[in-house]
């Protein structure tokens, strides 16, 4: 787990009814050059509260800076934590999870569904040029970690500012059934809707 969990300790408490987190997913088209970002705050109540939509450029690297953006724009002070439907989006455009963190002051779950054996060599392949940058954006990731939900199913989480067990804690206020926390479910449906429009 990545370091610096003082963020954490002070704005995420699980337990308590009023936890909000901002829950950010995409939808996008292999022909198209870019994505659409939704973000749900929704409370551990599961009632939703606020959303953001914001894009990022498919191959490109303005995923981390849109993301700040989104929660910049919602000018909330309330919000606890935030979960990302992954950090590899957009066919390779890399979230900086730790930077999120650090921007944003709150702490960062970023969430996989399966495991792999990583993505060196489809960043070599994808990318003609400039492959290099790309993969030492995707080294300085770090390890991800396997954990089980209470639901029985397993995640992959990468996580900044908070401890895994922590981690472990928010995603199961917000996970009903399965593995997809509630937040990010409903984040893609509404970028998969944004996205339907545009």
């Known amino acids: 787990m990545h370091a610096r969990t003082s963020i954490g300790a002070r704005r995420v408490h699980s337990e308590k009814k009023g936890i909000r987190v901002l829950g950010i997913a995409e939808s996008f088209k292999k022909s198209g050059k870019r ?24 191959g490109g690297d303005d995923a981390t800076d849109n993301i700040i953006s989104m929660h910049r724009s919602l000018a909330r002070d309330d919000i606890n ?8 989006i957009s066919m390779y455009n890399i979230i900086d999870g730790g930077r999120v963190a650090d ?9 996989t ?6 993505l060196a060599d489809s960043i070599r392949h994808h990318f003609a040029a400039g492959w290099q940058s790309k993969l030492e954006q995707y080294e300085r ?3 991800r970690e396997r954990i089980t939900l209470r639901t029985g199913k397993n995640l992959f989480i990468r ?10 804690a928010v995603l199961d206020s917000f996970t009903l059934q399965g593995s997809v926390p509630e937040p990010i479910r409903v984040a893609k ?10």
């Open 103 to 111: 921007k944003t002051g709150l702490p960062v779950v970023a969430i």
């Open 159 to 168: 996580c900044w500012g908070l401890s895994q067990k922590r981690a472990v």
């Open 35 to 58: 994505s659409t970002l939704a973000g749900v705050v929704m409370r551990r109540d599961l009632i939703i509260d606020g959303m953001v939509f914001a894009g990022a450029t498919l």
């Open 113 to 118: 569904f399966e495991d792999s054996k990583g």
């Open 81 to 88: 934590c935030i979960l990302l439907d992954g950090l590899v």
């Open 141 to 143: 990731l770090g390890k």
């Open 189 to 198: 449906l509404a970028a998969r809707s944004c996205s339907l429009m545009l």
